[in-house]
């Protein structure tokens, strides 16, 4: 059994910050790729950004110089820091993290946190 666990969503005023960390725990053998998508009202779900056990980075031009994804391998845990955020960025984020446990590689999601940008 694998947890995926967000916190750090809230409302922010247009140009602020915030930071959304997630920790994947449990039954884990290793993990590959963790990372975020995002999915706004009325939209479909969007790769946010990712990053590898290698810490190869992979972000939605949409974010590229605004958030930045990090990774701490020891403790299984990806933290994304949003600058300048708009209101195009208000969505609800979701973790994953791409798990191999058992030899089964699977991918677990964690439960969502809400991101609001307005003034």
């Known amino acids: 059994q694998v947890q995926v666990v967000e916190s750090g969503g809230g409302s922010v005023q247009p140009g602020g910050s915030l930071r959304l960390s997630c920790a994947a725990s449990?039954?884990?053998?290793?993990?590959?790729?963790m990372g975020w998508y995002r999915r706004a009202p009325g939209k479909e779900r969007d790769l946010v950004a990712y990053?590898?056990?290698?810490?190869?980075?992979n972000y939605a031009d949409s974010v590229k110089g605004r958030f930045t994804i990090s990774r701490d391998n020891a403790k299984n845990t990806v933290l994304l820091q949003m600058n300048s955020l708009n209101p195009e960025d208000t969505a609800v984020y979701y973790c994953?993290?791409?798990?191999?446990?058992?030899?089964?590689?699977?991918?677990?999601w964690g439960q969502g946190t809400q991101v609001t940008v307005s003034s």
């Open positions: 449990g039954s884990i053998y290793s993990i590959n790729a």
């Open positions: 994953y993290a791409n798990v191999v446990t058992a030899g089964v590689r699977s991918v677990y």
């Open positions: 990053i590898t056990s290698g810490s190869t980075t």
